[in-house]
T-cell receptor, first 113, second 112 residues
Framework: SQQGEEDPQALSIQEGENATMNCSYK?????LQWYRQNSGRGLVHLIL?????REKHSGRLRVTLDTSKKSSSLLITASRAADTASYFC?????????????FGEGTQLTVNP | DAGITQSPRHKVTETGTPVTLRCHQT?????MYWYRQDPGHGLRLIHY???????DKGEVSDGYSVSRSKTEDFLLTLESATSSQTSVYFC???????????FGSGTRLTVV
C-alpha cells in the first residue's frame, strides 16, 4: 500500500491563483520530498524537507511539514499554465532509511490560462 | 531526465513472452530503482539495487527479476509477461536518498 496519500486527487485553478496540495503519511520519516511529473515524462525532484524542519521555500514553492500530524503541504504561488502537471510526495522512511522512497498517488493540477 | 536513459520507450508484447527493459545512467549513482506507474496506484517499487550485483525486492516484485552487472546499467526482466504487467515503467537513480532521485522518461509496456 502507498505510504503517502495526496489530497486532492485533482485540482483545477486559474492562472495567477495559488495551488495547495496536501500529503499524509503513516510512518516515521527522515525527510519528505515533492516531485512533479509532466504528461508522458519522468518525475522531477522539486524540493526536500527534513523531519526537523517545519517550512521550506524555493522560488514559488513553499512546503510545510507537521510530523505530529504526519502531513505535508505544497503551495505553488502565482500559478502559471506551465505548472500544469501531477505532483507527488515521497517519503524517506526511517524503517528503510537511506535505501528507497515511497511515493503517494499524486495530485493532478490543471492551471487554466 | 538527463543522465538516465530507458529503452525501449514503447513496447507491445504477447502474453507469455519474456521482456527485458533497460536503464542506463551516466551519473555513477550507487542506487537504482524500477517502479511501475498505474492509475490509482501512483508509483510502486518493483526492485532496487544498492550496488553492483546487490539487489532487493520492492512491494510488487512477483513476476519480475533484475540484474546489475555494472554501476551504470540496471535491467528489469518480465519472465513471462501477463496482461496485469501492462504499465508504464520508470527507472530512477540516486547517489544518496536525501538528495532525491533522478528519473528516466519511462517505458510504456503493453502486454496483449
Amino acid at each position: 500500500s502507498q505510504q503517502g496519500e495526496e489530497d486532492p486527487q485533482a485540482l483545477s485553478i486559474q492562472e495567477g491563483e495559488n495551488a495547495t496540495m496536501n500529503c499524509s503519511y503513516k510512518t516515521s520519516i527522515n525527510n519528505l520530498q515533492w516531485y512533479r511529473q509532466n504528461s508522458g515524462r519522468g518525475l522531477v525532484h522539486l524540493i526536500l524537507i527534513r523531519s526537523n524542519e517545519r517550512e521550506k521555500h524555493s522560488g514559488r514553492l513553499r512546503v510545510t511539514l507537521d510530523t505530529s500530524k504526519k502531513s505535508s503541504s505544497l503551495l505553488i504561488t502565482a500559478s502559471r499554465a506551465a505548472d500544469t502537471a501531477s505532483y507527488f510526495c515521497a517519503t524517506d522512511d526511517r524503517e528503510t532509511s537511506g535505501s528507497r522512497l515511497t511515493f503517494g498517488e499524486g495530485t493532478q493540477l490543471t492551471v487554466n490560462p | 531526465d538527463a543522465g538516465i536513459t530507458q529503452s525501449p520507450r514503447h513496447k507491445v508484447t504477447e502474453t507469455g513472452t519474456p521482456v527485458t527493459l533497460r536503464c542506463h545512467q551516466t551519473e555513477n549513482h550507487r542506487y537504482m530503482y524500477w517502479y511501475r506507474q498505474d492509475p490509482g496506484h501512483g508509483l510502486r517499487l518493483i526492485h532496487y539495487s544498492y550496488g553492483v550485483k546487490d539487489t532487493d525486492k520492492g512491494e510488487v516484485s512477483d513476476g519480475y527479476s533484475v540484474s546489475r552487472s555494472k554501476t551504470e546499467d540496471f535491467l528489469l526482466t518480465l519472465e513471462s509477461a501477463t496482461s496485469s504487467q501492462t504499465s508504464v515503467y520508470f527507472c530512477a537513480a540516486s547517489g544518496q536518498i536525501r538528495y532525491g532521485y533522478t528519473f528516466g522518461s519511462g517505458t510504456r509496456l503493453t502486454v496483449v
